[in-house]
Nanobody, 129 residues
Framework: QVQLVESGGGLVQAGGSLRLSCAAS????????MGWFRQAPGKEREFVAA????????AYADSVKGRFTISEDNAQSTMSLQMNNLKPEDAANYYC??????????????????????WGQGTQVTVST
């Protein structure tokens, strides 16, 4: 298991930007595929973005494509989500998630909750109009 801690959430005006970070304690992310999910009040948790173990292959929800960018720094054991042009509908609690991946599977991204084994506690993003 890996301990994940998110940071970087806060209040931002619509059209603004935030950068979320997910830090892994005690180990590097070199053998993990990672993802971001979000959950707004009264809604199901939904996929936002994912990055493969190779740190290159990425996937995004249609609602954030072109505005959000996921990246990873294995040396620092951190994953980030750069969020630009934020909209009120982006407001939610954002969670990072991780799963170990064998070398034979290093190009795959994972976009559903059940595919991940480790989760952070979440960081709140609020977008004002």
């Amino acid at each position: 298991q890996v301990q994940l801690v998110e940071s970087g959430g806060g209040l931002v005006q619509a059209g603004g930007s935030l950068r979320l970070s997910c830090a892994a304690s005690g180990r590097t992310l070199s053998t993990y595929a990672m993802g971001w999910f979000r959950q707004a009040p009264g809604k199901e948790r939904e996929f936002v973005a994912a990055i493969a173990r190779n740190s290159v292959t990425t996937a995004y929800a249609d609602s954030v494509k072109g505005r959000f960018t996921i990246s990873e720094d294995n040396a620092q054991s951190t994953m980030s989500l750069q969020m630009n042009n934020l909209k009120p509908e982006d407001a939610a609690n954002y969670y990072c998630a991780a799963r170990t991946v064998g070398a034979w599977n290093m190009w795959n991204v994972f976009t559903t909750e059940s595919q991940y084994t480790d989760w952070g506690q979440g960081t709140q993003v609020t977008v004002s109009t």
